[in-house]
């Protein structure tokens, strides 16, 4: 949840630093071509940057990609490729109707951390780390599974039941009855 939290603060910071730069230099040259259409945004006024450009303030760097919008640390997509610094960083990226985050190498490699959309908020990973964790008030929770287990004894009291038991039911000669997607706690 920190993470989160830190990559909206993050965020925040960027677009107000961009909008303080846009403010004291609305009348000099920037990446792009500057429009000196100052009715629509007050005197803050309009920039365009070209498919393939992007606007950079320190290391934080919004680009954009076709459908897409990206903010990142030490990287942006050039409209084909990710050019970066060789610096860890993170990316929020704007898809259509989704948010994404990740984290990259600095070299276009990236790792999915999570992804908020029309469906809802989805935690994970796209390379092959941990378990993804979500916290919630300092208390961790994984994905895990609940696996009920029986016995062909007839007896009715030859249930077992367990997180992530398979193995230990199939090895005790129970059939698994069900498998049931949990959070458990870390």
Same mark, same amino acid.
């Given at each position: ?34 429009? $000196?259409?100052? /009715?629509? %945004?007050? #005197? ?5 940057? &070209? ?6 303030? @320190? ?26 610094? $060789?610096?860890? /960083?993170? %990316?929020? #990226? ?5 948010? &994404? ?6 070299? @276009? ?78």
């Amino acid at each position: 949840m920190g993470d989160t939290k830190n990559i909206v603060v993050f965020l925040i910071i960027a677009v107000l630093l961009v909008g303080v730069y846009v403010f004291f230099n609305r009348n000099s040259s920037v990446t792009g071509e500057v429009i $000196g259409n100052y /009715g629509e %945004l007050g #005197q803050f006024g309009n920039i365009l940057v &070209n498919q393939g450009g992007y606007i950079q303030v @320190g290391r934080a760097v919004l680009s954009s990609g076709g459908d897409y919008a990206h903010l990142a640390t030490g990287e942006y997509f050039d409209g084909s490729r990710w050019r970066g610094s $060789g610096q860890l /960083g993170s %990316l929020i #990226q704007l898809e259509r109707q989704n948010i &994404n985050f990740y984290t990259h190498n600095g070299y @276009g490699s990236h790792e999915m951390l999570a992804s908020i959309g029309y469906s809802g908020l989805r935690l994970g990973y796209s390379g092959a780390r941990d378990t993804p964790r979500l916290w919630f008030n300092d208390v961790c929770f994984k994905p895990r599974r609940l696996v009920k287990c029986y016995s062909d004894s007839g007896n009715e009291d030859d249930h077992m039941t367990g997180i992530d038991n398979e193995a230990e039911c199939q090895g005790a000669g129970y059939r698994i009855e069900s498998v049931t997607p949990i959070l458990a706690q870390c």
